[in-house]
C-alpha cells in the first residue's frame, strides 16, 4: 500500500466517523469524491450497508482497478472485501438485461449513430 495513501484514508475515515459519531439520527446519504496523490488516483464512497448494520467506506484504485470495501461499526475500521475488478470491466456484459447489449448495438447501427 502506498504511503501516500494511509493519511488519505485516515483522514476520510476520521472526518467520517467523526460525523458519524456526532449525528443524532442515523443517515441515508452516501458521499464521494476522487483524490489523487502522488500518482495514485483514488474514488471514494461511504454509505450505509443496511444488512450488516454497518457503515462502509469504499475505496476504488483506478490504476489498478482494485476495489476495497471497509466497515465501520462499534467505532472500528475493518476490512470487508477486496476485488480486482480489472477483468470484470473487459465483459461486455453479465446477468440479465434488457434491452440487451446486441439490441442497443443494432438500434445505434441502424441509426448511425457514433460512438466513441
Do not use: W
Not at 446519504?29 to 450488516?52: P, R
Not at 454497518?54 to 476495497?68: F, G, I, P
Request: proline share 4%.
Amino acid at each position: 500500500m502506498p504511503s501516500k495513501f494511509l493519511p488519505v484514508l485516515l483522514a476520510v475515515v476520521v472526518t467520517y466517523a467523526a460525523t458519524s459519531f456526532f449525528t443524532a439520527t442515523p443517515t441515508r446519504q452516501v458521499f464521494g469524491g476522487t483524490v489523487d496523490s502522488g500518482g495514485t488516483h483514488l474514488i471514494l464512497a461511504t454509505g450505509k450497508l443496511q444488512n450488516l448494520e454497518a457503515d462502509a467506506l469504499y475505496v476504488m484504485d483506478e490504476r489498478s482497478h482494485k476495489l476495497a470495501v471497509y466497515l465501520i461499526r462499534a467505532k472500528k475500521l475493518e476490512l470487508h472485501s477486496m476485488r480486482d475488478c480489472s477483468y470484470d470491466f473487459q465483459l461486455t456484459a453479465f446477468g440479465e438485461q434488457s434491452p440487451t447489449v446486441g439490441e442497443v448495438k443494432d438500434v445505434v447501427r441502424k441509426k448511425k449513430i457514433k460512438t466513441p
